[in-house]
């Protein structure tokens, strides 16, 4: 504890379940003590790292409380203010750090001893437990009351494991996950690739506050390729992006559909007849053998494979609406799919924008789905290479997919069938993870909630997402008012593997970083070459 | 030695002293509240009083002041020997005692000498004193009848003489809620006494 620090109170009592009590100092007001603030108490042998949960009046004599001091009578409310009256700060000790040169702070383990100084955080703690802005640590923003101190996460931790960004509608999810990504991306610690279905993260949106914030493809013009599917749309927005998407019938393959059946109201039985003609036409000419058939034919041609006629005209329907979509072709010049597999396998970041599609939900399900499956299939293999030869050269360079409306793949339901729900899961150690964006973490499977690394998130109300994205949090209900009481602009909670405590920041200006340093073409090669890409 | 003092000790205990004025300050004791100072028992000792009273009577046990229903500078014209036979007094609660240039509140090892004369504080004895943390609960403590008016004038006192030192009477008045945590009816009716000062 140095000299000029702020000492607001004691603690008088606890547990390490249950948090401490500390009673503030007379003169300290409770105005001045919110919650979410990060202080540290002074015990004997550790420093103990805490939250503030709770604020609380108190009276020594419940005879003061009954006869309140008139509201002219200033030296008695002095008087009795930190005396007979005095406010109560609950504490969640988040993290302990011994008192000796060099040591590191622990998850706690025990409690500070009877009347340890409970003291405001200063900078030096915060660098000390988060780090201080460099190449593996990113500025995520300050503390609330606390302007110009950096609360960094880790990003080699952060790719490590999937992680979610949550928040209500209109509480900044898509602009904390621009600096996320921004993040990311500048300080070259994974490879992003970005289902943008409302188009925000490539080029210059404008946001909330009526401004323009630049695109990723802007700030790092070299590093991300701009995907569209929709080249009209993209062009009236007058962007040039790198490419436009199209997908030919033999990209799309039976699980693919699969997890379309909900949008497509496909009865679960479809997947039978879809193998037949897989069984008949090939695993990539299936769609195109089954759209080639008039309607007419279509008797003839259940005959054949053996599938029920019903079952195969509506298979036969529904897969028109999907070849309806304007980027799906029967034959494409240039596989889009593989384009993109091309520029994640060489280390370039991409923003795949949706435009102004008719079926947003179903093309977006579509693609998300073909791609991350390649993807799966891709990272598995050239792990399992990387095993089997023990060559540090070929393992894949981490690989985060930041996916919004996430329910739409990670639902209960979905999230069992599709890839998405196994990247989730399991695709850690294959360096893929997920970047989960989405307003109502209670849609999302709760297997998959507990396997988010991070959570950063933005003000939820509703009882049950705050309960889903708690989930797995050990310390949960002091955080749960934290959570509900976030302002509803430019605050977050930071929790779980890349911070190593709990944090609430306001989050920083988006538009401030761009005047950051920017990765050089040589230290792009350099990393390249460090991380064992294939060029 | 003497000029200007307030009295003269003529009873001495541990925790409390009785001192006469000189004839000149007949009904002049010094403030209900002020601090006094006497010189201890042991050379260089100063002891420190709050005065907690006074009195003026006959210095004649048997014998009671008649009525004479004369306006007083009537009566000291037509019956000046009549004031020869009175005197004040006053009485001391002792908070604390001083040695060298420390003081310390508590009771002093022996309590001062009868006959020794009694000394206004001065304004640098009074900050010295009134600093130290405890001052007010010092006050308290005393099983004076009057305690309460005595904790309230003295720190209305030293409040003034501190230069209308509002920091001070918090202070002080946190220690008293601090000792009177049972009783916050007592403590608001000290705070009472001092609150109109204030004004």
Known sequence: MSEGTHILGAVTSGSLTAGLSARLAPGQSVEDVRMGKFVVVEGRTHRFFCLITDVQLAAANPQVLAEPPDPGDALTAEVLDGTATYGVAELAPMLMLPRAPGARAEPVKTVPVHFSPVAEAEEGDFALIFGKDDQTHFDLGCPVDMEGVPVCLDLPRLVERSNGVFGKSGTGKTFLTRLLLYGMIKKQQATCLVFDVHNEYGWQTESEDRRFVKGLKQVFPSRVRLFTMDEESTARRGVQPDHVVTIPYSAIEVEDVRLLADELRLNPTFAESAYLLVKRFGRTDWLKGLLATPPEDLKELADNVGASPESLNALHRKMEQVASLSFVKEKVTEDSVSRIMECLKKGYHVVLEFGRQKRRRLSYMLVANILTRRIYDQWVQQTEQFLAGGDKGSKPRPLVICVEEAHNFLSPGAARQTTFGDIAREMRKYSVTLLVVDQRPSGIDSEVMSQLGTRVTALLNDEADIAAVLTGVSGAGNLRSVLARLDSKQQALLLGHAVPMPMVIRTRDYESVYGDEQPTEESFDRMVKELGYSA | ?199
Do not use: N, W
């Open chain 2, 1 to 199: 030695m003497g000029a200007g003092h307030l009295g003269e000790v003529i009873e001495a205990a541990s925790a409390s002293f009785v001192a006469e004025t000189p004839p000149a300050r007949l009904h002049e004791p010094p403030p209900f509240g002020s601090l006094v100072r006497v010189a201890g028992a042991s050379p260089g000792q100063r002891v420190y009083g709050v005065v907690s009273g006074a009195t003026t009577g006959s210095s004649d046990p048997g014998r009671r002041p008649t009525a004479y229903g004369l306006e007083p500078e009537a009566l000291r014209a037509q019956q000046p020997q009549i004031f020869e036979l009175l005197r004040t007094t006053f009485t001391a609660a002792v908070v604390g005692y001083g040695e060298g240039a420390d003081c310390y509140l508590v009771l002093p090892p022996a309590p001062p000498a009868v006959h020794a004369f009694v000394h206004e504080c001065t304004a640098e004895e009074i900050i010295r004193l009134t600093d130290k943390e405890g001052f007010a609960r010092v006050l308290l403590a005393g099983a004076s009848p009057v305690a309460d008016e005595l904790v309230a004038a003295c720190l209305r006192l030293a409040y003034l003489a501190r230069g209308k030192d509002y920091p001070f009477l918090v202070r002080g008045g946190r220690e008293l809620a601090a000792a009177l945590s049972d009783d916050h009816r007592r403590l608001a009716g000290i705070l009472d006494r001092i609150t109109p000062y204030l004004k």
